[in-house]
């Protein structure tokens, strides 16, 4: 699973974020994407179906809903972004034991991931 450290926290994270009004999630989906990995639109492919969501956790006083999706891109478009810090690899037991800024299971995410 490829992880996001982001510059303005420096926690890691699933690339992604909100999605923007008037926009569409597979819109927010690429937008996200291409901000935070630099990878070219034309690169991803997206599965709109949803992997995994949850629901409940509250961050900063505002009630969040995680949706999560598939998407695949050539590891080699990978580019730093102004965004992010930095970017890595990770597998099941990395992704369980890194320290997250989450508002979602990270051991009900791994059993869908890994």
Excluded at 89 to 106: I, N, R
Aim: glycine residues 8%; negative net charge.
């Amino acid at each position: 699973m490829l992880l996001v450290k982001e510059k303005s926290d420096g926690w890691w994270a699933l690339p992604g974020g909100g999605v923007d009004y008037g926009e569409t999630v597979e819109k927010s989906l690429v937008r996200e994407i291409v901000e935070e990995l630099g990878v070219p639109a034309e690169e991803i492919s997206l599965d709109l179906q949803i992997a995994y969501y949850n629901i409940g956790k509250i961050v900063n006083a505002v009630p969040r809903m995680n949706l999560f999706f598939k998407a695949s891109m050539p590891a080699a478009e990978l580019r730093k972004t102004s965004h992010i810090e930095e970017w890595a690899w990770f597998g099941k037991k990395e992704f369980l034991s890194v320290s997250l800024h989450a508002s979602y299971s990270k051991a009900e995410l791994a059993e869908v991931i890994f």
